[in-house]
């Protein structure tokens, strides 16, 4: 048997190179595919789909701490991850959307233009922001006023700007051409919007979540006004606090699924073909899985090659066995408790890996 993982990340746990690596040492070898849908390790899995590289670049994380972030590099193009500078765990324990700011993304973006990149590609997820993108436009050359008086971008942004100062905006923005990676379509604000859909999930309270809701709102008008973008006419403008409504504003971008941009790169479906179990899976598998996340997206691919597919995550819940796999392996069973998983998951997936390997036999 050619077994293949393909799987996602476990979110604070595990990257998925280090997920399938993991599986794999316990079947016996194999192909590893590590994936991300735009979110945490986007950069790492695309530098690992094509053979590129990684460039470090020294910011810091959405409350002005340093940090090392970066983009990857495939060729000519570079690859940014928001979570690397703005995601949940660059910030550490504290979660405070109104005070934090995109601003680490913005340089990181504003690093690969200076470097000559002009083919960017932006993976959206995992973020703890919800500035609407204003800190990352100030790295980029933005300058949000008030009675002339420069604002400092942060989740509050849209309370107090008044105007925005474009004079300054980087002019490689309108030379390169940008990928948006991104699998979220919430709109920029309203009921539906990164605010109130994803804000409680960064530490926002209920007001808190109307506050940041209400300035998303201004930033929008603000952005019609001063850079000409229409915020109901981005189709991806909710993602990571707004932070791609923001982006959008000033580099007109084609959004496409992170998993498809990420399957094109590593060659997915020629690699699918030479397989015959393909492995996937992700920190927790539950019904939202069904609606086109990675676990099942790979499950579709597979199945088109008449492929086996094993499911492997850290909880799966009833609502998620119906991805379409052969079969479901949670890390979280037999007296295996959730926190048990967190500090064990390399060695519980080379048991899943072992056992995989006894139902359909050694790797060739």
């Known amino acids: 048997m050619k077994y293949l993982a393909a799987a996602d990340s476990y979110k604070g746990c595990l990257s998925s190179r280090e997920v399938c690596g993991a599986l794999l040492r316990g079947i016996g070898g194999g192909t590893a595919v590590p994936l991300s ?57 504290r979660r405070d959307p109104l005070y934090a700011s995109s601003y680490g993304t ?32 100030r790295a980029l050359g933005a300058v949000f006023l008030r009675s002339g008086s420069e604002v400092v971008p942060d989740g509050r942004c849209g309370e107090t700007a008044e105007e925005i100062d474009t004079s300054g905006l980087m002019p490689e923005l309108k030379e390169a051409s940008f990928i948006f990676a991104c699998d979220v ?46 915020m109901s006419d981005v189709p991806c403008a909710g993602a990571a606090g707004g932070l791609a409504g923001g982006l959008a504003a000033v580099c ?26 393909v492995i996937t899976g992700e920190g927790r598998t539950d019904a939202q899985t069904k609606y086109g996340k990675l676990p099942k997206r790979v499950a579709e691919t597979a199945k088109k090659y008449g492929k086996t ?51 359909y036999g050694n790797n060739t």
């Open 106 to 137: 913005g340089y990181t973006v504003r690093a690969a233009l200076e470097a000559g990149y002009r083919r960017i590609i932006i993976g959206f997820g995992g973020s703890a922001v919800n500035d609407g993108g204003a800190g990352a436009l």
């Open 252 to 277: 007109r971008p084609t959004v496409r699924s992170g998993f498809d941009v990420i399957a094109e790169l590593c060659g997915f479906d020629r690699k699918i073909r030479g397989c015959d179990i």
């Open 185 to 230: 379509t919430n709109p920029f604000c309203g009921p539906c919007g990164a605010s109130e859909v994803y804000s409680p999930q960064k530490g926002a309270t209920a007001a808190d979540a109307e506050r940041l809701d209400r300035s998303l709102a201004s930033l929008a008008e603000l952005y019609r006004k001063y850079l000409g973008t229409d």
């Open 37 to 93: 849908d735009g979110g945490e390790g986007f950069a790492d899995s695309a530098a690992s789909a094509c053979g590129g590289f990684f460039v470090p670049v020294f910011t810091v994380n959405s409350y002005g701490a340093p940090v090392k972030a970066g983009y990857a590099v495939c060729g000519d193009t570079a690859v940014v991850e928001t979570a690397l500078a703005d995601g949940l765990a660059a910030a550490g324990s």
């Open 309 to 359: 597919v094993v499911c492997v995550s850290g909880m799966i819940t009833p609502e998620g066995r119906g991805i379409g796999a052969d079969l479901y392996i949670p890390l979280v069973r037999d007296g295996v408790t959730a926190e048990y998983s967190l500090t064990h998951a390399a060695e519980l997936l080379e048991k899943a890996g072992r056992e995989i390997r006894t139902l």
